[in-house]
């Protein structure tokens, strides 16, 4: 590839301090993007950068895609090698895990890394954590253990309600039936009951029951009577609360006599502080990290608002723990050479600020009211909470008219996009405004049938633009047909953005991912970013050894700069 300019140490004139000099059209015009601090040098086409450690990052991203030629090299090499020296940490539990062979009542193939994890749900005799990132077949390594562990039928999963079919789709592919007498039926697959109803009533002998978390504390009583042996909880983060009814249920069906398997799987087991692992960890290993205030007293400290934190300096070594007895983690970048990264970026885009204020101080107006009329506390505070739904609205208005021309820019570079949003209200106005590429569409209210005719339209390129509801898209679907995912509102919880980004980032996905967070300047998103970075921190340090934030600026800086490069080249 042909170099985009020139690299060079050189002390700079006017500052007199070391510095790194690039010249080149195309590498200045990146530069200026990339680094704000760098300033302009004697000639055209030259611009001066401070010699930090992020700087020498932020070149190193550029020259990784775009060569510049080094007239510096020895210095350069020095640079390198000091900015990307290993730091001091923990040492990483590691398990031996061999590729265990799958039972013959498994149909199909695992991967390498699917073997072992498969191996170390053997090993830890079904009562474990299957916490890999999303995208990489939590289900298939979950199903190839219960037809390869003894007596673990009847099963019995517990799932968000958008993937119960995907459950029974799931195993009727890679399950085959195994008769009374122990005879395996090639053609066909257990049999499955989808309990859809809250009605109490017998229920009928089956291989395999699905039922969603909301549904469990109705039918209790007729599951207590099946004599299950396995509970599988997809999506276990929905047990992070342990004051929820679907909480106490699962926890009670856990402890019966008949239970010897309890698997929990889930890509984001911590939603938005590290505290929400422990009621996890209760149903699936029991007394592994002590009683709750146990718990906290020794890895937390509690915030102004009341809520648990995990101290940072205890980060590690709960995510040790969690790793040495009863959580299986691994990374895409570790298990699949093939997958390329997912960069982040956070793009500040303008909104209507006149009309922003103007409906928040009638949200405000009008909340203030309400709380001088409010008799109790409940009231006092179901109030507040519709200020601020109301609040997020307007600011995904405010800025919509901005989104709408980010996402058409989009467009014009890339083939297939995904669109993330939080209201119907927002949804509608985008499909309406975005008419012209024939959107599809997932939203909260949707047939199943109708939701996976949307996904199939577009990963077959039927259409080229999805616009789903954050809460409604982000779990139980594959669209790896796109690259770019752009959030046109945001969410209060990092989870929920990763779930979505990894609908397109996960097996079968050949290039790197883009993920846009489009940040409403003067608005409400300026908080909630920052919320969602502290948050990240926290959940990072415990789930994995590094501590990325959402934004991933340096990379996803570079690939802003490298769209606008195309753009300019056209």
Not at 80 to 101: D, E, F, Q, S
Not at 134 to 150: A, I, N, P, R
Not at 280 to 302: A, M, N, R, T
Not at 459 to 474: D, T, V
Request: hydrophobic share 35%.
């Amino acid at each position: 590839m042909e170099n985009i300019g020139t690299l060079e140490y050189v002390l700079d004139k006017y500052s007199k301090i070391w510095s790194w000099k690039v010249t080149g059209d195309r590498a200045v015009g990146m530069i200026s993007r990339l680094v704000p601090e760098a300033w302009y040098g004697e000639n055209v086409n030259e611009v001066i950068i401070p010699d930090s450690t992020e700087s020498v990052k932020q070149l190193k991203l550029i020259m990784d895609r775009y060569p510049l030629e080094i007239l510096s090299k020895s210095i350069w090499q020095r640079k390198i090698v000091k900015t990307y020296a290993p730091k001091p940490t923990l040492p990483p539990v590691k398990h031996k895990l061999k590729r265990a062979k799958t039972g013959e009542q498994f149909r199909g193939k695992l991967l390498n890394f699917q073997k072992e994890g498969l191996d170390f749900l053997l090993k830890s005799s079904g009562n474990a954590l299957l916490a890999d990132e999303m995208g990489l077949g939590k289900t298939v390594q979950t199903l190839s253990y219960v037809s390869t562990e003894k007596q673990t039928f009847p099963v019995l999963v517990i799932a968000p309600l958008v993937t119960l079919n995907n459950w029974e789709r799931e195993i009727e592919k890679f399950l085959k039936k195994k008769s009374r007498n122990g005879r395996i039926i090639e053609t066909e697959s257990p049999s499955v009951t989808i309990i859809r109803t809250g009605k109490s009533q017998e229920l009928p002998k089956t291989d395999i029951y699905i039922i969603n978390y909301e549904l469990l504390f109705k039918r209790y009583n007729d599951l207590a009577k099946l004599g299950i042996k396995t509970i599988v909880c997809d999506e276990v983060h929905n047990l992070r609360s342990k004051t929820t009814q679907k909480y106490k249920s699962v926890k009670k069906l856990a402890a019966l006599s008949s239970i010897s398997y309890r698997i929990g799987l889930s890509g984001t087991p911590i939603y938005n502080r590290g505290s929400e692992i422990w009621p996890i960890i209760d149903i699936l290993k029991p007394g592994l990290l002590g009683s709750f205030k146990e718990f906290c007293e020794y890895f937390c400290y509690v915030n102004e608002k009341g809520k648990a934190i995990v101290l940072e300096n205890k980060r590690a070594s709960l995510r040790n723990e969690l790793q040495k007895h009863v959580m299986l983690r691994r990374k895409k970048s570790d298990v699949l050479k093939e997958l390329k990264d997912k960069v982040r970026y956070k793009e500040v885009i303008a909104a209507d600020t006149d009309f922003y204020i103007e409906e928040l101080n009638k949200i405000w107006k009008k909340l203030e009211e309400e709380q001088k009329g409010a008799d109790t506390e409940f009231s006092k505070s179901a109030s507040y909470n519709r200020a601020i739904q109301s609040e997020r609205q307007i600011a995904g208005l405010a800025k919509l008219p901005h989104v709408i021309n980010f996402v058409k820019n989009i467009m014009e570079i890339e083939e297939s996009v995904v669109v993330f949003c939080h209201h119907k209200i927002i949804h509608k106005l985008l499909n309406e405004s975005l008419q012209e590429f024939s959107p599809v569409t997932i939203i909260g209210g949707q047939s199943d049938t109708l939701r996976q005719d949307q996904i199939d339209k577009f990963q077959k390129g039927e259409s080229k633009l999805m616009i789903a509801g954050i809460r409604a898209g982000n779990v139980g679907i594959n669209l790896t047909r796109a690259k770019y995912v752009i959030f046109a509102e945001l969410d209060w919880s990092p989870a929920i953005h990763r779930q979505a980004e990894d609908r397109l980032h996960r097996i079968g996905q050949k290039n790197t991912v883009f993920a846009y967070y489009l940040i409403g300047s003067g608005t409400l998103d300026d908080h909630v970013a920052n919320i969602l970075v502290d948050k990240s921190y926290e959940i990072d340090a415990i789930m994995d050894e590094s501590t990325e934030n959402y934004e991933n600026k340096d990379k996803a800086e570079l690939i802003l700069a490298q769209i606008q490069d195309k753009i300019r080249a056209k």
